[in-house]
């Protein structure tokens, strides 16, 4: 009876309306563990449910983008870096979305209509989300333990960029807790963007360099566009609970107008690049029209799936502009 009651309970987290694309994922899991029931199983469905698989765009892309930086300037590229950038920066990604689920669930933010429901339905214990939070910061550790010795970049850089990366997936929920003061956004913008870009680059071409920065901005404009997106979504209930985040501030028509912003600037830039260097930087404008049915969506006030799918056109305007830089000749791009 056990093992039922907790399969039900992962069952409705993952047929949550707002569940998206984690609720579909958590189902497919949950179907193989009933048919080899499992504690072990019905955990790992849990833990998958608990790490919000949906939101690695915005972590997969800048490692992409700053590899294929590295690859456009050196004419070379390394795999072992380059996967060892990936899951350094997943795992930092991981583990922060499980401090934001551990301190929502303290603080008593979340609650039986959150999208996160992982400790509200007891699918996992605070304890459990604890242990494999710090686990993925240690997985992440050693793996830039790893990238230090396979890379020629310096110690203290490499040191400077990871750590501040986990520091900011930390703070923004726990110790300080940016989110629930308005700064999370900011937070989000930096280390979802040029951070995670400028970590992937340097590791490949062994030094620290501006140019990264600049081209991490369309990445890191799409990217808060899933936190925003979230946000306004949330906005009744996070004021409730005592949060102050960007979309309150605001209100509902100027975070209208700013998600708008996050949405289009980013092809705007994209024009400019295909205009005046080469035309391989149009290829994200492929992405033109989901971004449109978006505008519509948050126009009608239909938030309930509205940070998913935010993601997944995160995900594919940043590979299109990963192709892009790698199809540019060698030459065009500036400070490339």
């Known amino acids: 009876m056990e093992a039922e009651d907790q399969t039900e309970k992962i069952s409705i987290s993952a047929e949550s309306p707002r569940g998206g694309v984690v609720g579909e994922l958590a189902i497919g899991l949950l179907s193989s563990a009933k048919s ?48 060892g950038s990936a899951v350094a920066v997943l795992a930092v990604h991981g583990a922060g979305n499980l401090v934001n689920t551990y301190y929502d669930f303290s603080k008593g933010i979340d609650h039986k209509k959150s999208d996160d429901r992982t ?36 110690l203290e850089h490499l040191a400077l960029i990871y750590f501040g990366g986990l520091s900011s997936s930390f703070l923004y929920t726990g110790g300080i807790g940016f989110k629930y003061v308005a700064l999370g956004d900011l937070v989000i913008l930096i280390t979802f963007g040029p951070l995670a870009v400028m970590f992937a680059h340097a590791v490949q071409v062994g030094y620290l360099s501006v140019s990264p920065l600049l081209y991490a901005v369309p990445l890191a404009l799409s990217t808060e566009a899933i936190l925003h997106s979230n946000n306004t979504r949330d906005m009744e209930p996070d004021r409730q609970a005592g949060i102050v985040t960007l979309a309150i501030l605001i209100g509902p028509t100027f975070s209208y107008m700013l998600y708008n912003a996050l949405l289009f600037l980013p092809y705007l830039i994209f024009c400019i690049l295909a205009t005046r260097y080469t035309i391989s930087m149009a290829l994200p404008l492929l992405t033109i029209p989901m971004a449109f049915s978006l505008e519509r969506q948050f126009r009608s006030q239909s938030f309930s799936k509205i940070p998913q799918r935010t993601a997944k056109l995160n995900l594919l305007l940043g590979l299109f502009y990963v192709f892009g830089i790698i199809l540019a000749p060698a030459g065009t791009l500036p400070k490339l």
Do not use: M, N
């Not at 504690?39 to 790490?51: D, E, F, G, I, N």
């Not at 400790?119 to 990238?147: H, K, M, N, S, W």
């Open 119 to 154: 400790l509200v339905d007891q699918i996992l214990e605070p304890q459990d989300v604890v242990r494999f939070g710090v686990f993925l910061y240690t997985l992440g550790c050693i793996c830039a333990a790893c990238l230090y010795c396979l890379s020629t970049l310096k």
């Open 36 to 83: 080899h029931p499992g504690t072990w199983r019905q955990k790992c469905a849990a833990y998958v449910l608990a790490l919000r698989p949906w939101s690695f765009s915005a972590s997969l892309t800048p490692v992409a983008l700053g590899s294929a930086l590295a690859y456009r300037s050196h004419g070379s590229l390394d795999p072992g870096l380059l996967v």
